[in-house]
Structure formats: structure tokens, C-alpha cells
């Protein structure tokens, strides 16, 4: 495992661990990196010092790795909408602008949702007059 040190396009940083660096070359090419405050996907790897640990040389069990919590009164607003939106409505994914649809329409039953959509579709519900918003972060990615 490796921890590096993110910085992404809205100078947000934080931490994450990978299963190597490779890993995370991987993940970064193929879009799957993500800032955890904004939800972007143009994240960089920030300077950072080298890390020694001497915990485990002396007996100790290594520490878990943390994320970094939000610096600013906005970030941390910012995290608190997404943390209330993933709790209080059901994600949809890709189905966003279809289920969106139904539920205007009465073909679905009347609840809160979020998800992903195209901005052709985004544009074709609004001028259709379905209410959307956008959000300002993208689904939370869980890994194995």
C-alpha cells in the first residue's frame, strides 16, 4: 500500500491509499480517481515528504489511514450536502434523466433521487420542465 498526498483542479488536497503506485496510474488514466471534497476527477499528485515509519519497528500495529478532513467552512458545507443528499435520496446512476422522467410523469412513484446524466439529456429535462438541479460532486466510488 501507498499513501499519496491529491490535489485537484479546485485546490482541494487530501490523502488516499493505493495498492501501488501503478495502481494508481491506472486508476488516474481511466478517470477513477476522484477529489473527495468536490467530487472532479482532475486530481495530480501534490509535493510531499517521504514518510518513515517507525511504529511498526518498535512493536507497535501501523496506523490507519485517514483521509483528511475539509479545510474550509465552504468544504466542509460542501461535504455536508453530499453526506445529506446520499443519506435522505436513492442514487440512480446512469438512470438519472429516465427515472427522472417517470417520476414527473407519474410512471414512478414521487421521491427524492440523484445520479448521473448526459448534458443533452440534462437540457432535454429542463426544457421538458422536469425540475433538476445539478450537484456540485460526483457519486462516491466504493472499492474492494
Known sequence: MIQFTLKCANDHQFDSWFQSGTAFDKLHASGMVSCSVCGTTQVNKAMMAPRVSTAEKAGMPPAKPTLTEPASPAEQALAE??????????????????EARAIHTGDAPQRPIWGETRGDEAKKLIED????????????????
Not at 450536502?81 to 429516465?98: I, T
Not at 420542465?129 to 474492494?144: D, E, H, Q, Y
Open 81 to 98: 450536502l453530499k453526506k445529506y443528499v446520499e443519506k435522505n435520496s436513492d442514487y440512480v446512476g446512469r438512470d438519472f434523466a429516465k
Open 129 to 144: 420542465g422536469v425540475p433538476i438541479a445539478p450537484l456540485p460532486f460526483t457519486p462516491t466510488r466504493k472499492s474492494n
